[in-house]
T-cell receptor, first 111, second 114 residues
Framework: SQKIEQNSEALNIQEGKTATLTCNYTNYSPAYLQWYRQDPGRGPVFLLLIRENEKEKRKERLKVTFDTTLKQSLFHITASQPADSATYLCARDNYGQNFVFGPGTRLSVLP | EAGVTQFPSHSVIEKGQTVTLRCDPISGHDNLYWYRRVMGKEIKFLLHFVKESKQDESGMPNNRFLAERTGGTYSTLKVQPAELEDSGVYFC????????????FGNGTRLTVT
């Protein structure tokens, strides 16, 4: 089955800096990748979707890239704020049937 | 629009008992998914309904788990009899169309089996 790895369990950065989170996948390239945010005690909330033929996608302070050669997606938060502190999840389609989630990266933005 | 709601938010039961979790998806969403996260692990797929039909139940761990979606609206997930390893957070999600549509998650049911 498909597998997703996220580079680190936790990431601490200073407020105002850019946070970069990594998602690596195995086997075939998914048709698209999705990124979600999860706060403690809540369900994941959808943020962005990027298709395999898109190199980059932006939404406000968020940017996602998709590199099928490296089998990797990068998720960037620019001008980070303490309110951005949360766990960020990467998800890929699994043969178009369902979604496989990575373990998540817990981001802490320090004031 | 109202989001995905799950009930109960918490459940503590003894090993061998039965528990039924409920999920109300966003109105009009034909696709309904059940996922769960056990301690320290990633969120894992259990099954997928399209309307009232089970599209994919490849993630159901064993026959102690039974999911239903009568009438294509709300769904229930029953665990009978519960075992200790069933403890975790059970999430329900719905989407307008399958595949590429974003998933809208509920806040989950935290199940503790003692």
């Amino acid at each position: 089955s498909q597998k997703i790895e996220q580079n680190s369990e936790a990431l601490n950065i200073q407020e105002g800096k850019t946070a970069t989170l990594t998602c690596n996948y195995t086997n075939y390239s998914p048709a698209y990748l999705q990124w979600y945010r999860q706060d403690p005690g809540r369900g994941p909330v959808f943020l962005l979707l990027i298709r395999e033929n898109e190199k980059e996608k932006r939404k406000e302070r968020l940017k996602v890239t998709f590199d099928t050669t490296l089998k990797q997606s990068l998720f960037h938060i620019t001008a980070s704020q303490p309110a951005d502190s949360a766990t960020y999840l990467c998800a890929r389609d699994n043969y178009g049937q369902n979604f496989v989630f990575g373990p998540g990266t817990r981001l802490s933005v320090l004031p | 629009e109202a989001g995905v709601t799950q009930f109960p938010s918490h459940s503590v039961i003894e090993k061998g008992q039965t528990v039924t979790l409920r999920c109300d998806p966003i109105s009009g969403h034909d696709n309904l998914y059940w996922y769960r996260r056990v301690m320290g692990k990633e969120i894992k797929f259990l099954l997928h309904f399209v309307k009232e039909s089970k599209q994919d139940e490849s993630g159901m761990p064993n026959n102690r788990f039974l999911a239903e979606r009568t009438g294509g609206t709300y769904s229930t997930l029953k665990v009978q009899p519960a075992e200790l390893e069933d403890s975790g957070v059970y999430f329900c999600a719905s989407s307008l169309e399958g595949r590429i549509s974003p998933l809208h998650f509920g806040n989950g049911t935290r199940l503790t089996v003692t």
